[in-house]
């Protein structure tokens, strides 16, 4: 059976950092892209974003630069690094994979694989 947990949320101040982690069991994930999305109030889940089975990354605009996402192959785990926080930011984050990295970013968001999310507070 697969799982996907994601970790490392929690509430920060602005101008903070936090260090999110997903860790996919039950299958193999190598070739696999394996994503970050977050969803807000009122709002979708949007993409954040993505790393390829050959580490190609990509980024939503408005974390460019302030964001960073790796993965370990090994572990079947992705890291998304968050500095320079804004309130904005805050959110459930959800880790995704999916076999198309394509997938990711498209509107539909129609991954194979979800997580169960973690939160992410932004706030003094």
């Known amino acids: 059976q697969v799982q996907v947990v994601e970790s490392g949320g929690g509430l920060v101040n602005p101008g903070g950092s936090l260090r999110l982690s997903c860790t996919a069991s039950g299958r193999t994930f190598s070739a696999y892209a394996m994503g970050w999305f977050r969803q807000t109030p009122g709002k979708g889940r949007e993409f954040v974003a993505a790393?390829?089975?050959?580490?190609?990354?990509t980024y939503a605009d408005s974390v460019k630069g302030r964001f960073t996402i790796s993965r370990d192959k090994a572990k079947s785990t992705a890291y998304l690094q968050m500095d320079s926080l804004k309130p904005e930011d805050t959110g459930i984050y959800y880790c995704?994979?999916?076999?198309?990295?394509?997938?990711?970013?498209?509107?539909?968001?129609?991954?194979?694989?979800w997580g169960q999310g973690t939160q992410v507070t932004v706030s003094s």
């Open positions: 995704g994979l999916d076999r198309y990295v394509a997938s990711m970013t498209s509107p539909s968001l129609l991954l194979e694989y």
């Open positions: 790393i390829s089975w050959t580490s190609t990354t």
